[in-house]
């Protein structure tokens, strides 16, 4: 009863870290959502002045919680396996608190992507920072872009 009870707690916990997972919020220039779709958008040219690589994190540094509770889970369901009596207990707090640490560490890992600021200087002479998500389009400084513009959402595209 008990091995079983483990095996349904360690199933439930990675399903719900694969879901997670699933939940990707996308800041490339070439992923529309389904609201952006055949909307028009406001299209300006310009020069890249500069280019400077970043790291995007889509959960603003702030993990949900759920990469530590379902690590925190695991370790637990596994450090009970581990000794007899006492010694269960001991491994079983032991692996709860290192599932938790590695369970956040992954979270946090997998919330993170490569992105890429761009300066654009506008033909009209303003300037403009937009940050995206790297897509393996190259942009360099002084290449020709546009920017198109819709509900507060700007992309930098060739």
Request: hydrophobic share 40%; proline share 1%; aromatic share 4%.
């Amino acid at each position: 009863m008990r091995t079983s009870t483990h095996a349904a707690l360690a199933t439930m916990t990675a399903g719900m870290l694969a879901v997670t997972g699933c939940a990707y919020n996308s800041s490339s220039a070439d992923v529309y959502t389904a609201s952006e779709a055949r909307r028009e958008a406001t299209v300006r040219f310009g020069t890249i002045e500069s280019v400077r690589t970043v790291t995007i994190s889509s959960n603003d540094g702030q993990p949900s919680g759920l990469g530590a509770v379902g690590g925190g889970a695991v370790g637990a369901v596994a450090g009970s396996t581990i000794g007899a009596g006492k010694g269960s207990i001991v491994s079983a707090i032991i692996g709860g608190i290192a599932g938790a640490v590695a369970g956040n560490a992954i979270e946090n890992g997998v919330a993170k992507r490569a992105g890429v600021e761009l300066t654009v200087r506008l033909d009209n002479g303003d300037f403009r920072a937009i940050t995206q998500s790297a897509t393996g389009e190259i942009f360099r400084a002084g290449e020709r872009v546009r920017l198109l513009s819709s509900g507060g959402v700007t992309r930098v595209t060739h």
